[in-house]
């Protein structure tokens, strides 16, 4: 299977049964979606979206979070990995904001990677969600899926793989399957027990074709030994 059949098969299937994938975390304006997904990284969505209510309550604009200091917000984040740097980066950044943005969330992205806490993916992960950009942010889980599935090969960094999926997937595709790759990699494919059997994009992923030529290999020199269980069969679970 060539990489170009990789992709048009995994991209027929994502339009099928994930035709309006999005982020999961919970936000109301630009701002407050720049805030999740600063405290998103190395935590989850999930806890994320328990610990923002409160933040927002308490710092519902950027005018509010300036005035605080990195003291003041921690005990909102404290639960987030990494608060103590987290809290330096929101008090910093909402003040660049106000000074240098009057409040508003630049739509530039180089602008928003000068904010304190925004990198590349952040800044990529706002322009594919609020206004749509032909983007391809790389987490985690983006850059372990791409790699599996076979998007990319041997991919050594989230720019390289960054580079080689916007170059595998029509532009006009890539603000939502950004999403395609993040939620399968959350649910689906999985870093420690990926749930091969269940997975729509088997046909199309290298590891399971792999996987099965294993299992068949093993098989025809054992014969006569027990039973093996079913070509790419792995346990499912988180």
Known sequence: MTTQERYEGVIAWF???MPAAE????????FQLLVAVVLSAQCTDKRVNMTTP?????????QAMAQASAGEIFPYIRSIS??????????SMARMLCEEFGGEVPTDLQQLQRLPGVG??????????????EVMPVDTHVFRVAERIGLTTRSKTPLQTELRLEKGFPSHLLPIAHHWLILHGRYVCTARAPKCDGCGIAPWCRKYA????????AAGAHPAGPEAPAAGKIRGGK
Not at 23 to 30: G, K, M, T
């Open 15 to 17: 339009s099928e049964h």
């Open 82 to 91: 990494y608060p103590n740097n987290k809290a330096r980066h929101l008090a």
């Open 210 to 217: 792999a996987d099965r030529r294993a299992a068949g290999h």
């Open 54 to 62: 409160a933040l927002f309550a308490a710092f519902p604009t950027p």
């Open 120 to 133: 590349r993916k952040t800044a990529n992960v706002l322009g594919a969600v609020l206004w749509q950009r």
């Open 23 to 30: 982020s999961e975390l919970h936000y109301e304006n630009p």
